[in-house]
């Protein structure tokens, strides 16, 4: 069993606010983040898929259908949108780090059929990042 | 749904590896460098990984504002800037980044509740880090 990362970025806004929650209790929970305007970030992606080396190619995955997925399932629909009002997941949900790793893995999981998922790291900044491994 | 949350933190403390019950010439020659009698210092970078169910209604595996100031209060307010030989916690113990790094996950155990702390990693340099998972 071996195990292959794939990274790439993209760059999004977000706010986080719950609507079941007063003005005061968001601002409380979210802080800064809770600003209606929204902020961004460059989000750091590193997707790691895991298995046999096939004896005839010497690859886990082909690099090219890894990365071709990844452009069509989460950079194209996530990559420079505002994710609050662009990305359908996100209509219900708060966009945290935690929830955007989550809905990564979900896209990826539906359309990754040449190699298994082992983990999607996701990194908000240099200095905070989320690892989701699938576990309910 | 369960996810892990890994922050980041930077603080710098000298130290110097020397073990009373060894001789001069074996500390020279187990700690090398490390032994320097007036010690020297590093640059350590200290990620914190816990793990949770992310709440539905916030989003979040644990208010990182809460990290922060365990992690400050707890570790870097105790660590930074100082000499790790004179803090009590390495009165009787040798200040290696093994031992520093079980010393801070057993602080963090004890004074963070609102996540798992799932695991601690401690890099002394660029070229070394440790990590502790409560084994």
């Known amino acids: 069993m071996v195990y292959l990362t794939r990274k790439c970025e993209f760059?999004?806004?977000?706010?986080?606010?719950?609507?079941?929650?007063?003005?005061?209790?968001?601002?409380?929970?979210?802080?800064k983040c809770a600003n209606l305007n929204g902020h961004g970030h460059n989000y750091t992606l590193e997707v790691t898929v895991k298995g046999d080396v096939d004896?005839?190619?010497?690859f886990v995955v082909d690099l090219k259908d890894l990365k071709d997925i990844l452009n069509r399932e989460v950079l194209e629909a996530l990559d420079h949108r505002h994710?609050?009002?662009e990305v359908p997941e996100f209509a219900t949900q708060i966009p945290t780090t935690e929830n955007i790793a989550i809905a990564i893995w979900k896209r990826l999981e539906q359309k990754l059929h040449v190699a298994q998922l082992h983990r999607v790291r996701l990194y908000e900044l240099p200095d905070l990042f989320v690892d989701f491994y699938g576990e309910p | 749904?369960?996810?892990?949350?890994?922050?980041?933190?930077?603080?710098?403390?000298?130290?110097?590896?020397?073990?009373?019950?060894?001789?001069a010439d074996q500390n020279r020659a187990v700690y090398g460098k490390c032994n320097n009698p007036h010690g020297h210092g590093h640059n350590y970078a200290l990620e914190v990984t816990v793990s949770g169910q992310v709440s539905l209604e916030t989003g979040m595996v644990c208010n990182l504002v809460d990290l922060d100031a365990a992690v400050r209060r707890e570790v870097l307010e105790r660590?930074?800037?100082?000499n790790l030989n004179f803090c009590p916690e390495f009165a009787r113990e040798v200040?290696?980044?093994?031992n520093l790094i079980q010393t801070i996950y057993n602080i963090l155990k004890q004074s963070f509740r609102?996540?798992?702390?799932?695991?601690?990693r401690l890099e002394e340099t660029a070229m070394n880090s440790f990590e502790y998972e409560g084994e």
Request: glycine share 4%.
């Open chain 1, 11 to 31: 760059s999004a806004s977000h706010y986080y606010y719950n609507p079941a929650f007063s003005e005061e209790e968001n601002r409380r929970v979210f802080g």
């Open chain 2, 1 to 23: 749904m369960k996810a892990h949350l890994t922050r980041r933190y930077i603080f710098s403390a000298s130290h110097r590896l020397h073990c009373d019950d060894l001789s």
């Open chain 2, 114 to 120: 609102p996540a798992h702390l799932e695991k601690v």
């Open chain 2, 95 to 98: 200040p290696t980044t093994e």
């Open chain 2, 79 to 82: 660590f930074d800037h100082v």
């Open chain 1, 83 to 85: 994710l609050n009002k």
């Open chain 1, 55 to 58: 004896p005839k190619t010497g």
